[in-house]
């Protein structure tokens, strides 16, 4: 089984997902972890200050030519070409295009955002954005429900209660603020957010509006796709929006079922059982392969099932899919139809009060015109190269056109369709930048959380048989981090895949305690090229959760001592 994000520079990955997530019918797809620009945070007010934005750029780029810097906060830019109206536009105003956009601004690039729904995309308007409100709600529940941990504060917690609306209404109103922000922040800058649907009209060439003969046709010297994803729904299954759901419709909490059905045990599916358990429901799994978490690193998702799974009301059937989904009606509960998933013979049949689709997503690249410049989609992705450059029903690159995101399926993540977009801006800028996909970390947001950068211990020892190297492994635990235990957190491990021969970090996996925000100092580390032997120096306050790396880095036996790379002293 491939792993569930897709690291393939080439073509699209065959399972691709919403970070990662279930492989339930082995289908394209799923939801993200955001990557917004710290301008998503500011309101517009923050940016009256000219002087304030120019000197953070000018630090952040010091080689760029001050005045083009300048100009760009001003003015979105240079003038254009004089031969067209734009030197970018991007299709797309999701935290890729958004991301994008921002670079290209800051580069002097004159820049304009399509966008046909409501600025933000999946992530901050039904994905990470407003699970993560949900998830910080199951979190406090999930502590505060937790007796005997309170009781080892010496806290006692009683009538521990929640309202669903305010629930609800904690989500809606984080992703209407982020959505808020990043409009400000594109206006602010000179962006020129144009409303409506984009198509691609021909080379260098686009319209944009609801369609038909109103529609504003436009140039620009290059474009970037960003459409995104929508959820993926398998055939068979009736979605009515009430008892049976995507993960659209879940993030409105409209109600807490007594007992929800979850189609799909991959990211998606674990944040869900994570907020449904907490707020009461019981939760069963519906996983079409042999075991839970099948994109995980096993040994960490074998210890995640142990601490996620199974303490808490949730049941698994594995190796099934669910072959038909009937929603509610007539007094009748969910039924769902299993079939095992080889032999496609009847299993059981289950009887829910609700069933949530966490299937994954895909693509949304319909509509956009790519008939009209020759480009085929590989179900439903657009085809690019490792620039990002979309390639052509000919095999051959189509000039001045790229795409970014889930809509080419390379790493269907947020944050990697924003760093995707950065890295076109770089190569537009005359700078040539291809992105290191396996540098980009992912999490999963439950209690206690997941993270990974890089590859699995499989991928990594099929890689080593392949390239003729060795691999190691060491793993370190929670339970010997002061701060960890302190919290009465120590439930966790840390695993490290690296080369002894020379250092390198192949990857690296944590589930415990904020393991999303402990995972950057791998994921940069990989990206930067710094090796163990050079990492293992570095100097980590005590008492923290960042030891758990420290311990972990220091563990490793590498058989050279120093990179031989030279840092100069500073003086202090």
């Known amino acids: 089984m491939q792993s569930a994000v897709s690291l393939s520079l080439s ?16 289908t394209p797809g799923s939801r993200r972890f955001c990557g917004l620009r710290v301008e998503a945070f500011h309101s517009k007010s923050s940016w009256d200050s000219s002087s304030s934005r120019s000197n953070r750029l000018y630090v952040h780029s010091k080689h760029s030519d001050f005045s083009k810097v300048f100009a760009a906060l001003k003015g979105n830019g ?12 991007i299709i797309g105003a999701g935290v890729g295009g958004h991301g994008a956009a921002l670079h290209a601004v800051e580069k002097g690039l004159k820049t304009a ?26 979190g406090r529940m999930r502590e505060l429900q937790d007796e005997h941990h309170m009781k080892s504060f010496g806290l006692q917690v009683a009538a521990l209660g929640y309202d669903r609306q305010a629930v609800a209404d904690h989500a809606n109103n984080l992703a209407s603020k982020i959505r ?5 922040s594109m206006k602010a800058l000179g962006v020129d957010i144009l409303t409506g649907f984009g198509t691609i009209l021909g080379p260098q060439k686009l319209k944009f509006g609801k369609g038909d003969s109103g ?21 068979g299954i009736e979605v009515d929006g009430k008892t049976v759901i995507t993960s659209d419709h879940a993030l409105k909490l409209e109600s807490v079922p007594e007992w929800i059905a979850i189609v799909g045990s991959g990211y998606i599916g674990l944040e869900f059982s994570d907020v449904y358990t907490a707020l009461g429901s019981e939760v069963t799994f519906i ?25 808490r009301k949730i049941d698994f059937h594995t190796g099934v899919f669910a072959s038909k989904i009937t929603p509610a009606k007539n007094g009748k509960p969910v039924q769902i139809e299993l079939i095992d998933a080889k032999t496609k013979e009847p299993k059981d049949t289950l009887e829910v009060d609700a069933a949530l689709i966490a299937t994954g997503r895909a693509p949304f690249t319909q509509g956009l015109g790519l008939e009209n410049i020759n480009v085929q989609t590989q179900r439903g992705f657009v085809p690019v190269d490792e620039r990002m450059r979309v390639i052509n029903a000919d095999g051959k690159l189509v000039p001045h056109l790229f795409c970014i995101g889930d809509a080419n399926g390379k790493m269907m993540l947020a944050h990697a369709a924003s760093a995707q977009g950065i890295s076109v801006v770089e190569q537009l800028s005359g700078n040539d930048h291809v992105l290191n996909h396996l540098s980009i970390p992912a999490a999963c947001f439950t209690h206690p959380e997941i993270s990974m950068v890089g590859l699995t211990e499989p991928q990594a020892r099929e890689k080593a048989e392949k390239e003729g190297f060795e691999v190691s492994v060491v793993k370190t635990s929670f339970k010997a981090n002061t701060k960890a235990l302190a919290e009465n957190e120590g439930e966790g491990l840390a695993k490290l895949i690296y080369r002894p021969d020379n250092g390198e970090i192949l990857g690296v996996h944590i589930f415990g305690l904020h393991a999303a925000d402990l995972i950057h100092e791998a994921s940069n580390a990989i990206a930067l090229g710094t090796r163990i032997q050079d990492i293992k120096l570095a100097v980590h306050a005590h008492p923290t959760l960042s030891e758990v790396l420290d311990e972990l880095f220091k563990s490793a036996k590498v058989k050279i001592s120093t990179s031989g790379q030279v840092v100069e002293p500073v003086p202090v």
Request: with cysteine; charged share 15%; glycine share 8%.
């Open 78 to 89: 240079a003038p254009s070409s004089s031969d067209f109206d734009y030197d970018l536009v």
């Open 113 to 138: 955002i399509v966008e046909g729904d409501v600025v933000g995309g999946t992530c901050v308007n039904r994905g990470c954005v407003p699970s993560k409100a949900l998830l910080a709600v199951s």
């Open 180 to 184: 808020s922000n990043l409009t400000n």
């Open 287 to 311: 996983e079409a392969l042999d075991q839970l978490m099948p994109g995980f690193d096993p040994e960490i998702g074998k210890l995640a099932q142990r601490v996620l799974i199974n303490p």
């Open 11 to 26: 073509s699209p990955s065959p399972v691709a997902r919403y970070g990662l997530v279930s492989s339930h019918n082995l």
């Open 215 to 235: 529609d504003t046709i436009i140039t620009a010297k290059d474009i970037i796709i960003a459409t995104g994803s929508v959820p993926f729904v398998p055939k």
